[in-house]
């Protein structure tokens, strides 16, 4: 009856099964919904979506299907993006002499406005030229465009690779571990890890003992308890975030999940490119709550094993030379920061998300691979198979 | 049976259709929101709206799947075996009943709020599928099969601390609370404090809404908190001229102590106040 709906939430990426699509059908059926529109969206709704998430997604899917509106999620995503924002996201990124270029072109007001007017004008996807909003062109407006003029609308995350300095701020995803997809492979290799330790309270009868001590009783009960087994291990995780790990942002969030899951004692901390003297926690406040990275090296002991995951593209100025950093001026470089950590944690790994054989073609693997000592291992299951036995 | 709301408690059009569909279908109910948006007195709720009893099996992070069903108390049987009791040659005399065998064997069809159950281990809501599933679990010792006569009407909350397993959630139909907007604010106030004087409500509820714009507030104040505060500001009896002498997020309101949770969060509404009359001044 509405496997529309269904098949369309299900190209739409939400995640609904035969049986919820039966259990719609058996309340509709129960007359839950009434007859009323409103009552049969909200029923939709609570049969079919398990997730906050999705409930957007949803919502425009049932939106098309219902009213016959515009398709969600295409190729080009059009999305309106308030001036404000855009106006804030320059203001903080713009240096001095790209503002003055923006001036040149009658400032903020000015090329807001002839955005507004182009965006009403333009109805078809463009690509080139330079006056229309679209890809690759060299107006001001649009994706993947170098006009330090530009403003950057409806593209995924960063295209660029070695970049020397980044020219706009890039909107990272944070990797909050609530991606359960396909992790179970990942938790296997990740079970290399485990060191059961009894800790804790003693909440379990220790059967054998039991048998011991009543024995030695003579056949007196005598009960012998013992704490639960948990994982001991300590997991010290550090991730590169944005820029040239967007491509492999659905790598990492699996490895997270499944991480966060099996390790009891797991810190994770983010940096960009290179590790140097701040990391973060969370990935949207970056800006401001940031932790030296002495403080981490204080706060855990050198029992925690460390893994280091990212691409190690970057430019070489990036690892090698003091203020090489592409967001801020670093006083030591980040050679000296991962060495530092090093020393620390002896028990590391390097956990790189690029294919192994396109490593020698990006100089900084290379760089990162020797700092490491060989440690690292590229982010497959085999290669974490062999960190995992590194790190053990 | 259907659900619409009770005397103490707003519900929108959304969550009864939820509810009514999950009693209708005698499927379980997965409640997610905010903290403090009425999760767990949802069930509660219920069960008095339909007259129904309420058993409430709370999950904690040392909760197993197997407390909900029976416990069997070895280490009584054992002492009482020694001690030369009658009772030990019945092994029914040490099976504990749990929260779930409790619901399953009730005369009447009962409410059974699973509450929090992200607190428990990740393997539990898989421990618990065939269980509520099909409503009945075999008792090994005794060698009896537990069956539910009357499918009980199953809410679970869940705070999203832990992600639960696909097979699970199939099972199950899904509500997530919002956080109630001005209006409905103001039906649940009026719902809880029928007497309360208008203007005090206006001028806190704006106060409310406007610390819970404060950005970086790292336990925005909830429903559950708004109630608190204006039992205390009743019970003092504010004037509602003290709280509109009040800019919201830069003076702190009276009794914040209800409103904010952390020590940071009144630091940074100080440091905000601070700025601001700095500022003025």
Sequence with gaps: MFTGLFLE???AGVPVSLREYLDLLAATQAGVADQSVDDFYYLARTALVKDERHLDRFDRVFAHVFRGLEKPEGEETTAEIPEEWLKKLA??????????????MGGWEKLMETLKQRMEEQEKRHQGGSKWIGTAGTSPFGAYGYNPEGVRIGQDGNRNFSAVKVWDKREFKDLDGEVEINTRN????LRRLRRFAREGAATELDIDDTINSTAKN???????MVAERHNAVKLLLMLDIGGSMDWHIRACEELFSAARSEFKHLEAWYFHNCLYENVWRENIRRHRQTTPTWEVLHTYPSDYKLVLVGDASMSPYEIAVPGGSVEHFNEESGETWLRRVLQVYPKAVWLNPVPQERWRYT??????HEIMDGRMYPLTLEGLDDAMRELS | MRFQGTETYVTTDDLSVSVNAAITLERPL???GEPGTGKTVLAAEIAKALGKNLIDWTIKSTTKAQHGLYEYDAVARLRDGQLGDERVKDVANYIRPGKLWEAFTADETPILLIDEIDKADIEFPNDLLQELDRMEFYVHETHQTVRAERRPIVIITSNNEKELPDAFLRRCFFHYIKFPDAETMAQIVEVHFPSIKQRLVAEAMRVFFELRDVPGLKKKPSTSELLDWLKLLMADDISPDALRSQEAGTVIPPLYGALLKSEQDVHLLERLAFLHRRERG
């Design chain 1, 218 to 224: 003579a056949g007196w009960l005598d009960l012998k």
């Design chain 1, 91 to 104: 203001e903080l990124n713009l240096s001095d002499e790209e503002k003055e270029a923006i001036e040149a």
């Design chain 2, 30 to 32: 997965l409640i997610k």
């Design chain 1, 186 to 189: 990942i938790k296997v290799a």
């Design chain 1, 9 to 11: 939430l299900k190209e």
């Design chain 1, 363 to 368: 100089g900084s693997i290379g760089m990162v």
